[in-house]
């Protein structure tokens, strides 16, 4: 097998420039996008969002299948890398242009073109990124490497996000004009086709500077729902979900309501576009400090530290208002930041342990599928928090198709009701801390540090060899039973032992 060397980690973090970047871009513009850009009604918006929800909840899972069963000379996970470089290139482009068709003129026509373009975004994205989060756990299985590998992700996720939260605005107003309306369509166009090309262009470093296991498992048999519901069965893994799901909704919501936050509670529209930049920035620079704590104390400890102080951050918030300045903003998001970093690298990293733990469960090697359960989970969760959100903040009194000629009016100061700004700030405050209280409690759940996770790898490699765990000594099988949640010996292996 290949050293893994720093130009490994570069091509492997490569990968998050899509998956961060892309991500960003649809979280800040896709939605204005439709609604001010295309004409499309609000309702209508949030249908197109839907439908694509739904598409990956049998997709994704349905992809992460694929990539386990795939075999090629390129292997079965970097061939994707390869296959999806087109579509990553026109559903982004396509995500983003609407070839004439206009919400006034044809909405039929327009809703079900850009329903079908986000389900072509959803594809092409799980199609690279499923294959992706999975095969880490082929390329080193030591437990502080991992997350070295995926520190230097989130460093890449993370410049991409800030580049992406910034540079493609100003294609937009530079070919398409300052005020958010129909004008721009030409700025989105040419934003597409340039990030559409990055994009893609970062998978081919990812296929080059990447690499497989050489002794791949056998091809398993068909899935079935049973064996798709079967991944739940992992202890360690319903943990790290309790962790993973809490958080990136947190991260998501956050990114929903920071803009309202900022303009209607505060009535600081004009600071946002630095507060989130400050944000971004702390992220980059606390994810290495994050690495050190994990590669020191174990993947969980960033979470005891992380946490924590984003929920303190939740609560400042309560308190600040139109006077505040905007340095403390600032504060506040670097705050934040440590939440993030400590967020990202730790969930990301923890995945692929998940994988190992499995096959000391089930005598199974299943990357894929935990990767397509995963993807979609996280997926969903956001899709249908985000929905609530929307609910939320009509029972509130909010008019959308008011904010947005609001908005676009220079002369308009900022009143939108006490009832408004009550419930947004009382939501910014308290979804976020609740359930980041929820990840913190199944953070200090977890069960899993290095020298569990090193007795998991020798229970695996003991069964290969002998078929049992005869060899093995009784303080590495307490520790497997441990980290699987298992009973007794007889569950590990399939019941195989």
Same mark, same amino acid.
């Given at each position: #097998? ?38 499309? !009604? ?20 349905? #992809?992460? +299948? ?16 390869? @296959? ?17 068709? =206009? ?19 959803? /594809? ?17 299985? =030591? ?9 230097i992700r989130m460093l890449f996720s993370g410049g991409a996000s800030l ?59 068909? @899935? ?13 893994? +319903? ?12 991260? &998501? ?8 936050? #900022? =303009? ?23 994810? !290495?400090? #994050? ?19 984003? /929920? ?9 208002? !139109? ?54 989970? +996280? ?14 903040l009509q029972a509130f009194g909010f008019d959308q198709n008011q904010y ?5 009016? !220079? ?22 801390? @609740? ?34 765990? &005869? ?22 292996w399939g019941g195989r032992a």
């Open positions: #097998m290949k050293k893994n060397t720093v130009g490994n980690k570069l091509a492997y973090a490569s990968g998050d420039i899509y998956g961060g970047g892309a991500f960003m871009v649809f979280s800040l513009l896709f939605m204005s996008f439709l609604v001010l850009v295309e004409n499309i !009604p609000v309702l209508a918006a949030t249908v197109i969002i839907f439908i694509g929800r739904v598409w990956d909840a049998i997709f994704d899972p349905f #992809m992460g +299948r694929i990539s386990d069963r795939t075999r090629s000379r390129f292997g079965r996970r970097r061939i994707f890398f390869l @296959i999806g470089l087109i579509p990553v290139f026109l559903s982004f482009v396509m995500l983003f242009y609407g070839f004439g068709l =206009d919400g006034k003129n044809n909405p039929v026509g327009s809703v079900i073109y850009f329903a079908v373009a986000y389900i072509f975004w959803g /594809m092409a994205f799980s199609l690279v990124m499923v294959p992706y989060n999975a095969i880490l756990s082929d390329m080193t299985s =030591d437990y502080n490497e991992r997350t070295s590998f995926t520190t580049i992406c939260a910034v540079v493609p605005s100003l294609i937009i107003k530079a070919m398409g004009g300052d005020e958010i309306s129909p004008a721009q369509r030409s700025g989105y166009l040419v934003m597409g086709l340039i990030f559409g090309v990055i994009f893609a262009a970062a998978w081919v470093l990812v296929f080059i500077g990447t690499f497989e296991r050489e002794d791949l498992p056998q091809e398993s048999e068909k @899935i079935t729902v049973k064996k798709w519901l079967s991944v739940f069965e992992n202890k360690a893994y +319903r943990n790290f979900l309790g962790t993973f799901l809490a958080f990136q909704i947190t991260v &998501d919501l956050t990114l929903a309501m920071f803009i309202f936050y #900022m =303009d209607i509670v505060v009535n600081q529209y004009k600071n946002y576009e630095l507060v989130v930049g400050t944000l971004l920035v702390f992220t980059l620079i606390f994810t !290495p400090l #994050m690495n050190i704590v994990a590669q020191k104390y174990g993947k969980a400890y960033p979470l005891y530290i992380g946490l924590p102080l984003w /929920m303190l951050a939740a609560i400042c918030f309560i308190w600040l208002g !139109p006077n505040t300045s905007f340095i403390v903003f600032c504060i506040v998001a670097a705050v934040i930041a440590a939440g993030s970093a400590a967020g990202n690298l730790s969930n990301w990293s923890t995945l692929s342990d998940m994988f190992d733990i499995d096959e000391l469960r089930t005598g199974e090697r299943r990357e894929g599928i935990y990767s397509g359960v995963s993807t979609f989970l +996280r997926k969903f969760a956001s899709g249908v928090a985000v929905l609530l959100l929307g609910f939320g947005t000629v609001d908005r676009n009016n !220079p002369d308009f100061t900022g009143t939108w009701g006490t009832a408004v700004q009550s419930g947004i700030k009382w939501m910014f405050v308290l979804i976020p801390f @609740i359930l980041l209280a929820v990840a913190l409690v199944f953070a200090l759940r977890n069960k899993i540090n290095k020298r569990r996770f090193d007795s998991v790898l020798a229970g695996i490699e003991a069964f290969k060899t002998s078929g049992n765990l &005869d060899e093995v000594p009784d303080d590495q099988v307490a520790d497997m039973l441990t980290a699987t949640g298992a009973a007794s010996v007889d569950e590990l």
